[in-house]
């Protein structure tokens, strides 16, 4: 526990070949997951394109599988392996690049064991970057895990900092459903402590960031950094903020949010992706249902606005909610 | 004729192809009184090919299945009264009733469910088959198709990754001259007569054989599952067959002609022709194959009233198995 | 307007076959939206799975084509044609089917005319069908419109009657937007009045069906019916029902729905789909943001739950919405 | 040398090549100094593919491309400033600063978009070139893709579409040996060396052509596009290309052979093999080669110095062009 702190991206990469010592049937599919197949060159030139898979394929040459630019083909062939006891980690690039192979996790996957009568066992865990703040434009910074969280028998993860990518990620590959695992592609290089040994966090279980009396504040992924910045300005003059990071969407857990609205009365709810059937009008409605007469003030969201990504540093930056735009909900909250 | 087949070996294929015929033919018969509820599609004049290949399998081989389900079901060794009962949406279906015709499956048997979706089955396959290369213990991954879904991009992506990555896999197309109303000769005029010819292309071995033929569709399948056991990657094989019924059931077929399967009926039964060349050739008696068709007409017959009187699921079924855990 | 009732089917004919004559742009793609390609019988034997198209493709043959099983390839055929100067329609027999063509809708149509700098237009209509309760199971009977909701870029048309099919459908094919027009296959039989000649009803103008001053009931699709049925049953015991249907959810009129509670206090949203990141939690969250001062008691959803379609019959019915669930959740409202 | 181009004609083909190599080389310099954000693919190295096939093509046809989109939109006839200014973010950019480097797109032109996913272009070119045949205006489409891109599944799908509705559309492969570090003997094996031959399995016509050959590629092109034109459908044609930057700006490469790109720039640049071709040939002066190169080293030079210049979009350009009505 003594060693230095780990970026999220190696924290991810650790989990992975944590597992795959553990464990003979976790494999890795996915685009130049090892790289340099069909070259001269030495394989792990890429390890990924952002290099998170680095370093697995020397250490696992048969288990770390290099594929064509065919999603469907290799996201389906992850959810056929582990349909038939290996536990495949399919590597969806981006999660921009759904759309080319959402069948097999929406039809398939998530729905192999429901309708087989409870015969079927899918531990595919699918990993995928989400997120923007980086130039990448319109097809390369979404984060459509609201579509994900919508189909019953998949399981939505989003870790927000090291230590829970590498609990979560550990805990989805163990699982015995499929998971979708959503990573930012801004916090790769966030810092922080990581045991090195194994461990997991449970699925299904939020994250309370710190405990404040005012409102409720519920972040995702990199909201979450927003979110403390915008409640340690709030500190300041005297609003005291509870910041719950769910971790996991889809298991949603409504009892931490539950209990934490009754306490303060107040909510809001931060997300990167759109209002319209996302995950920030989702919570609110959930809460307005469910804990209405806790409320104290009309639940607000700070979302995207219903446009996609722009490519332009300028417009990119408005596009993004940011610490200014939580605080001014916040206040919002407590008018 | 030749074979290296026992009488026993061939009376049990021939007891698989009359229990698909029978099923088939009998859901038929009892989708038109109104009595089943869904969409269901039929296999019958196919047999040869799900039996042809099949043989070759045992309960570690997968195989993937279409919407068109049944007789790869049956083939597989899936029980055709749970299939029945399924089928009826029945407690004691497959599947609880909870999957219905286009999703029997048997994990059990190796059968990795028929599917409503054109095209799914064979990433799923090259999966299977995946796990098999990794586990190195000699099972294979067969999946069925048909000539519509052999224009989805699923097929040939999975076409390519089963050859890079050199997987125990089999792709069985069943070109039976139909994907709904579109023949393949406008969907997939492939610039020859046979889409195998597609396949090719794509740079693993691939054969058309008459699909009515077991004996055809056993050997070619023979070879294929064999060179896929011992590493030799994956072969696609095209069968050239009919489909009896219509699409769905309700379908009134005015795309088809008149004649189509009267003759076919007549002139090119996969179960006839499979008699003949077998009694013909003093393999089997004429009296041997008649105890099977009236066995198996009695087992469905069994099947159909055991179905109709089994229980509707639970209603806490409706709520369980959505995950393992959640 | 003195001719009987039609269905609804022939109303989304009647669309197609009116917009065809108007204008020449407009085209028909799909599988067997004619049927019988490549034998040697007469085409137009189908007209679609269900004959909606039927007797289109006598009238234009050039323009009603039938494609080969490939998704990707005629959705998006449907959208280049369309950023081409035509107005396409593209069929995909079930929305189910999503998952193997989503990215020609959700990244290349809703996507061209923002990334290229409103330089595009994209005038392509999806027609597809959704719905439970004729045991066609879980992958024939979803209802995904949440997810093509949450996409800025598309727009999201859900008719729940013959007169609106027709007009909704006219609109769509006419609207310069990709649009994506979902019908529910247990109402293609509904009759209905519908004028024989062309009309359109414009998108985002929710359809207010009935007005009562005690609760606002929001429902889509076959839904709306169920509504119905409730406020009719509860009308006995004196309590009046507003039902609004959307009719688009993308743009959803949020006016109408906000003035509503705003009278009324109160709101029952139904919905075939999932409660969570769906269409009912959506609204639900959108007003606890923006009428909270208005709602006296908390809103509520009734949704199917969160399961795959079951096959059996018993099950499937257990799993939708119906004018029993809906009379609970409104009298929650009232307690 | 043999080529029916006039002087003129083989000028102007020169000055698109040259400009797509001055621009490019320029992008990765100003990358490197870390002034352009975002993901950047460069096309230095296969400018003959994009300019010997657009040579061909009018506003009227149309062409969609890659992620490695800037050689077809000069090849197209983008403006390079605009194109510059919109790598830059600017409100002066080809899409207002909006789209970036992924996104580039000219529809007056009939630039159908640079493109981020792998594989899209293919089904709307087959769209684009669908609505070419129904207003018989005979235009055509073509679709720009790479090696890696030719294993996805819209691309093997469109194929199969433009043999079924015989659609004036030509696909245009650039094999330049890598998807990002996957080498195509490994994600194509198509059981010979062309890629081609797969694609030829669909039932069109289909070559492989020297990709660096600048009157190679021209040729080919120029006999599908006519063939297209005049209702002869579709077409395939492989070009063997190289790239010589990295998969992305900021890609170190290690996994390519040390010399690779130094002796494919010394041996096989296609704009030296073009220069050397038609000044040997007499057809035109090294003079004039060198007037070209200077004037589009000005015109680069003083694109960028704009692009810097240009102001930000404006911040309201960020709610705007979502729909044309909402
Ligand atoms: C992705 C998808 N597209 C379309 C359909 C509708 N559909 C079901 S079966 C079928 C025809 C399949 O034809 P073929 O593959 O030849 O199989 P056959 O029915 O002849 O056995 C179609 C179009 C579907 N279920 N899934
Ligand atoms: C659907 C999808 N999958 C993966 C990617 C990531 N990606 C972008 S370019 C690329 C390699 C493409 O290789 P190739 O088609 O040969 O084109 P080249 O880069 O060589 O020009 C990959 C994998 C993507 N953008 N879209
Ligand atoms: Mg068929
Ligand atoms: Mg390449």
Known sequence: MARKKIMFKDAINEAMRLEMERDESVIILGLDVAGSAGTEQERDSWGGVLGVTKGLYPLFPDRVIDTPISESAYVGAAVGASACGMRAVGELMFSDFMGVCFDQLYNQAAKFRYMFGGKAVTPVTIRTMIGAGFSAAAQHSQSPYSMFAHVPGLKSIIPSNPYDAKGLLAASIEDDDPCVFFEHKALYTMKGDVPEEHYTIPLGEANVVQEGKDVTIVALARMVQFAEKAAKKLAKDGIECTIIDPRTISPMDWNTIYSSVEKTGRLVVVDESYDLCGVASDICGHVSQNVFGALKAAPQMVTAPFTPTPFAANLEAAYLPDAKKIEAAIRKTME | ?326
Chains 1, 3 share one sequence.
């Open chain 2, 1 to 326: 004729m030749k074979t290296q087949l026992s009488k026993e070996d061939l009376l049990k294929a021939y007891r698989k192809m009359r229990e698909i015929r029978e099923f088939e033919d009998r859901v038929h018969v009892e989708f038109a009184k109104g009595t089943l509820p869904g969409f269901v599609h039929l296999y019958s004049g196919e047999e040869a090919v799900a039996v042809g290949v099949c043989e070759h399998l045992n309960d570690k081989d997968r195989i993937a299945s279409t919407h068109r389900g049944h007789g790869h079901c049956i083939a597989k060794g899936v029980e055709l009264e749970g299939m029945m009962a399924e089928i009826y949406g029945k407690k004691t279906g497959t599947c609880g009733g909870k999957g219905g015709s286009m999703h029997i499956a048997d994990l059990d048997k190796g059968m990795m469910g028929a599917n409503g979706i054109v095209g799914a089955g064979p990433p799923l396959i090259a999966g299977a088959s995946l796990a098999s290369k990794l586990r190195k213990d000699g099972s294979v991954g067969v999946v069925f198709f048909g000539d519509g879904a052999s224009n989805q991009g699923t097929n040939f992506e999975s076409m390519n990754l089963a050859v890079t990555l050199d997987l125990p896999m089999i792709f069985v197309l069943e070109n039976n001259g139909y994907a709904e109303s579109t023949s393949p000769k406008y969907s997939a005029k492939v610039g020859s007569e046979n889409i195998a010819d597609r396949a090719r292309g794509f740079g693993m071995p691939a054969v058309t054989v008459d699909g009515n033929d077991f004996f055809a569709v056993y050997e070619a399948a023979g070879e294929a599952i064999e060179r896929a056991r011992k590493g030799g990657g994956p072969t696609f094989i095209e069968c050239k067959t009919m489909r009896y019924f219509g699409h769905f059931e309700g379908d009134a077929q005015t795309y088809r002609p008149k004649n189509e399967v009267k003759d076919a009926r007549a002139n090119d039964c996969p179960l006839k022709r499979f008699a003949d060349a077998v009694t013909s050739a003093g393999l089997v008696d004429a009296a041997e194959i008649e105890a099977v068709d009236k066995e198996v007409l009695a087992q469905v017959e069994q099947a159909v009233k055991d179905a109709e009187n089994a229980p509707q699921p639970d209603l806490d079924a409706l709520m369980n198995d959505v995950y393992v855990s959640y």
